[in-house]
């Protein structure tokens, strides 16, 4: 908090807060020149700070003067708070300017005051509201379920994998589509949690989805939140494969594998598991192109390469190839 005695003019605070902090979490500057102010002042009178406000003994009137009714309020050198609503003032603050620049005003010390920030994460909070608002509103979205989104969910899985490949074959930043492709996913995430809030026999909030995962990673990393090491990333995959048999106690290390998965990622899975198991399984014997890319699909995974990557690289070469074909045929004679 400035220590200065304001000006002839006054000194006028704008203070800030965010709607995603609980509210009465304000820093202590704050704390400090709301006590300190000779008025404090708020042009909504539904504001989440005010009734922690006033229960610390802080007296906020209920007012949305123009600026230049602040600057006359702030003469004589009195200090003046305004407690902006968490969109801000636009209002406001360009009659501030105004005045300012036009030089014919005695202004206050002018400050802006955060008196919360946002803490990581938080930005989060915006989105379950705004799923919530939708959910509610949107004709569309009211009438989705699990079953109808889970297409959804797949192709924007498979959207974020082609950003992120996109990034390492092309010579190119793409960084904005990998950020909004992992937005595209998280909206999945929160529109099923939206969905299960409404079942009547089990109902679960996003909330409780995120308490799951957290619960798991903790269990799942003993070597971070427990009294266990582990300093390869060797070391590292064994305790969460140790810790998930204990938590899924499956009678076959088949279970959890999605068949309906792509068939080189399945062949793959399933050959990842039978060597971290140290079983020796022969493959099948048949004939035709199924148990060839079976058996391909092995040995990648053997010498640690993900097949379906592999093939997906080599099918972006295919496809520029046709492209420069297609370009080459309708390209005039001679040129």
Not at 20 to 29: D, E, K, N, Y
Not at 302 to 318: C, F, H, I
Request: with cysteine; charged share 30%.
């Amino acid at each position: 908090m400035n220590e200065t005695p304001p000006g002839p003019g006054g000194r006028l605070v704008l203070l800030t807060t965010s709607h995603r902090v609980a509210p009465g979490q304000l820093s202590w500057p704050a704390w400090q020149a709301l006590h300190g102010a000779d008025q404090v002042l708020c042009a909504d009178p539904a504001h989440p700070q005010l009734p922690y406000l006033r229960e610390a003994g802080v007296a906020v009137e209920h007012a949305a003067p123009t600026a230049e009714e602040l600057v006359r309020a702030c003469e004589g050198g009195r200090t003046v708070l305004v407690v902006a609503t968490a969109e801000g003032d636009r209002r406001l603050t360009d009659g501030l300017a105004r005045l300012a620049g036009s030089g014919r005003h005695t202004m206050p010390d002018l400050e802006l005051l955060p008196g919360s920030y946002d803490l990581p994460g938080a930005r989060l909070l915006d989105l379950v509201q705004v799923m919530d608002r939708i959910r509610a509103e949107c004709p569309w979205s009211s009438q989705q379920t699990h079953k109808g989104l889970a297409k959804y969910a797949i192709e924007e899985a498979y959207e974020l994998v082609e950003a992120i490949e996109d990034m390492e074959h092309r010579d190119r930043d793409g960084r904005d589509e990998l950020r909004e492709e992992l937005g595209d996913v998280l909206l999945q995430v929160v529109f099923h949690a939206r969905i299960a809030e409404e079942d009547e026999q089990a109902p679960f909030s996003v909330d409780d989805v995120a308490a799951t995962i957290v619960d798991k990673l903790i269990h799942r990393h003993p070597h971070v939140f427990g009294e266990d090491t582990a300093s390869t990333p060797e070391e590292v995959k064994e305790h969460w494969r140790r810790t998930k048999a204990e938590e899924k106690q499956r009678d076959s290390l088949t279970e959890g594998i999605p068949l309906g998965q792509p068939g080189l990622a399945l062949a793959a899975k399933l050959a990842s598991r039978v060597r971290t198991e140290g079983l020796s399984v022969p493959l099948p014997k048949g004939e035709g192109i199924g148990y060839e890319l079976l058996a391909m699909a092995v040995r990648a995974e053997a010498e640690g390469t993900d097949p379906e990557a592999a093939l997906r690289a080599a099918g972006r070469a295919y496809r520029d190839a046709i492209v420069a074909a297609e370009r080459e045929q309708s390209s005039p004679s001679g040129v």
